[in-house]
């Protein structure tokens, strides 16, 4: 639109300056801008040269109304009085509608309501069913706050994976900034964790006589594979040592160190040689890590 009215305030001026009006002896140039003939034949006429230098005339007061319109304290020093409308105040044409359908709000509040049905720990995240307090007649076991999990940033689990929320936390942290960057685009992404081993009142290692695990205090969680979109799956005890995907399984392993505190895979014992295990235990070292 300013493009527009710039142009015909040119052609009003050069109009103007081309009739002899007033104004064209302040802004016709004192010199011709390029060289110009005594004669040049068009179409077979001699035209006087006075007819080329009015073009250029007016050529140069269409150039000084386009930067008057854009500049007015130039317009001030060129003598330009006739304004163009104010970008700043000037309607504006909308890219897109003010307000969406009422359609697509209600399906997006919908949506939204769905998903906090289903959040757990107070996080969108992390879906599943807060089921409180897990007793045990076992000293040491049991979890106060305890959830389900179905889903981790939008991973599921094959098994609905019993924790506490701090687990369930470092469980996201992983999926977003360890696993995802380790995995990148191969097989189209991440689609599902297969959970073998969650909350379980038990001995570490199943050893009798040994400390309670951390899977009976609802803080551990073992992996053995990883699905991809395209149906594939890296699986710990086949594909460890395999290439390319050995070398995913052992980048996800590696960046589960930080946030849980036990981190541990083939390399650490033969008990763990065909899956992950990842607890929060804590320790003044920092996190254990094999």
Not at 44 to 52: D, S
Not at 131 to 149: E, K
Not at 168 to 192: F, H, I, M
Not at 214 to 233: M, Q, T, W
């Amino acid at each position: 639109m300013i493009r527009r009215a710039a142009r015909i305030a040119a052609a009003c001026l050069a109009g103007t300056l081309l009739a002899g009006g007033p104004g064209a002896a302040e802004l016709a140039p004192d010199a011709s801008l390029r060289p110009v003939a005594r004669g040049q034949v068009v179409r077979g006429m001699v035209l006087p040269a006075e007819i080329f230098v009015q073009r250029d005339i007016a050529h140069q007061v269409a150039l000084q109304a386009l930067s008057a319109a854009r500049d007015p304290e130039r317009a001030e020093t060129l003598g330009v009085t006739r304004r163009l409308p104010d970008p700043d105040t000037a309607p504006r044409v909308a890219l897109r509608p003010h307000l969406r359908p009422a359609t697509v709000v209600q399906q997006g509040r919908r949506v939204a309501a769905l998903r906090q049905q289903g959040a757990v720990c107070g996080d969108l995240a992390l879906q599943g069913v807060a089921i409180g307090r897990v007793p045990s007649d076992t000293s040491g076991c049991g979890v106060d706050q305890a959830v389900r999990l179905q889903s981790v940033s939008g991973v599921a689990l094959s098994t609905h994976a019993v924790m506490d929320c701090g687990t369930a936390q470092a469980l996201k942290s992983w999926v977003e900034r360890g696993l995802r960057p380790a995995v990148k685009r191969y097989g189209g992404g991440v689609r599902e964790l297969r959970v073998v081993a969650h909350y379980a009142c038990r001995p570490r290692n199943n050893r009798k006589g040994a400390r309670i695990s951390e899977h009976g205090k609802g803080r551990a969680v073992d992996i053995a594979a990883i699905e991809l979109n395209d149906g594939k799956e890296l699986v710990v005890l086949d594909d460890w040592s395999n290439g390319r995907e050995g070398r995913i399984l052992k980048a996800a392993h590696a960046s589960a160190c930080g946030p849980f505190g036990t981190v541990l895979g083939p390399e650490a014992n033969a008990l763990h040689r065909d899956h992950f295990h990842f607890d929060t235990a804590r320790y003044r070292s920092g996190s254990y890590c094999r």
